[in-house]
């Protein structure tokens, strides 16, 4: 058994059996599919690069919500706690010279400060002895935060936290009344 030969005759090729082949031609109806296929690829990759930069503005605005609620509650857990005469006070700190929230606490006889302060896009917290002021030394991180804004009048504390991002500032603010007061 033998394989037909090819005869070539103007262009197109005729297979042995004598029907005409059109070998390395190509039919419109190819080319558009082809092109139908490279559109809907295109489609689906710019879909995908719109929908994944959607969720990534999400994640990042749900994870801010939450690190200005924990920097919140954690403020207003330990206001509470610490709630009796004269031992809450807001200051300027000697960090950054913004405000300050201060605790007076006693401790096995000793007299101990709880400053609450933002510095360096960080909530912190430093316990150190009366009278000496807090240092990032003796701190440690609360929760990220980019500004802190402490306001007392007479038995109201109106406390504000925010993180800066590249759509704006998101902001929360909660006010505690004080019982000692």
Do not use: H
Request: aromatic residues 8%; hydrophobic residues 35%; glycine residues 8%.
């Amino acid at each position: 058994m033998s394989c037909p030969l090819w005869k070539f005759s103007r262009g197109k090729s005729i297979a042995g059996n004598g029907r005409p082949s059109n070998r390395g031609s190509v039919s419109v109806e190819t080319i558009a599919t082809m092109l139908l296929l490279l559109v809907l690829g295109i489609g689906i990759f710019v879909l995908a690069l719109s929908s994944t930069s959607a969720y990534t503005r999400l994640y990042e605005g749900k994870n801010f919500s939450s690190e200005l609620r924990v920097a919140l509650s954690y403020i207003q857990m330990k206001i509470r706690q610490n709630d009796l005469y004269d031992t809450i006070r807001v200051e300027k700190n000697p960090v950054n010279g913004e405000s300050a929230i201060v605790i007076r606490e006693v401790y096995s006889g000793e007299v101990y400060e709880t400053w609450i302060y933002q510095d360096d896009g960080k909530l912190r917290e430093a316990i150190m002895p009366e009278g000496m002021p807090p240092s990032n030394d003796y701190s440690f991180e609360i929760t990220d935060a980019d500004g802190l804004s402490v306001k007392k009048d007479g038995s109201l504390l109106d406390i504000a936290v925010w993180l800066d991002s590249g759509e704006g500032q998101q902001r929360q603010e909660s006010a505690v009344t004080l019982r000692s007061e």
